[in-house]
T-cell receptor, first 110, second 114 residues
């Protein structure tokens, strides 16, 4: 079983749609969680951190469920520019080792 | 300020040759990571350095792979006797100590082994 698993997609949605991605992790000692975005042939960039209480940044909402060991990302009012691969990232324990999921591809169409 | 830089941006080599990839982290960042990303795949953790602690080498795929970092400065990833399956983009990232430690990535080195 992979340490971090994501549905690879692709998700094809129209502009304005709401789309949600889930990610599961296997290490219950994991302490920090993030969503990164990666555009085609570019390096990943941080989209948002995921806090235990859940957090929102504009059209993006992240949630953490420690009991079920999954995190989610919700994108509301999708834009064409949201088309990218979304990477779930988990850091374990007090160290710095981080594990990236394989990513979920999103295509937003006009 | 300057971000993470990597060199070369592209490297084409012949099977069996050694290659050395370089990463310049953001100044003051204590942690540095190397990842490998094959075409259409996710990021595969290779190694990380944190300050003067012993590096975590648990992701290195074979003994042909090694990496060094002096203090909190430049790091080099060396691949000996390259194989075609080593073809990938090698990404470096660095992070500081503050907050949730966002990783800042370099643009990567695209390695092609013929």
């Amino acid at each position: 079983r992979k340490e971090v698993e994501q549905d690879p997609g692709p998700f094809n949605v129209p502009e304005g749609a709401t789309v949600a991605f889930n990610c599961t992790y296997s290490n219950s000692a994991s302490q920090s969680f993030f969503w990164y975005r990666q555009d085609c042939r570019k390096e990943p960039k941080l989209l948002m951190s995921v806090y235990s209480s859940g957090n929102e940044d504009g059209r993006f909402t992240a949630q953490l469920n420690r009991a079920s060991q999954y995190i989610s990302l919700l994108i509301r009012d999708s834009k064409l520019s949201d088309s990218a691969t979304y990477l779930c990232v988990v850091r374990s324990g007090g160290g710095f080792k981080t594990i990236f999921g394989a990513g979920t591809r999103l295509f937003v169409k006009a | 300020g300057a971000g993470v830089s990597q060199s070369p941006s592209n490297k084409v080599t012949e099977k069996g040759k050694d290659v050395e990839l370089r990463c310049d982290p953001i100044s003051g960042h204590t942690a540095l990571y190397w990842y490998r990303q094959r075409l259409g795949q996710g990021l595969e953790f290779l190694i990380y350095f944190q300050g003067n602690s012993a590096p975590d080498k648990s992701g290195l795929p074979s003994d042909r792979f090694s990496a060094e970092r002096t203090g909190e400065s430049v790091s080099t990833l060396t691949i000996q006797r390259t194989q075609q399956e080593d073809s990938a983009v090698y990404l470096c990232a660095s992070t500081g100590l503050a907050g949730y430690n966002e990783q800042f990535f370099g643009p990567g080195t695209r390695l092609t082994v013929l």
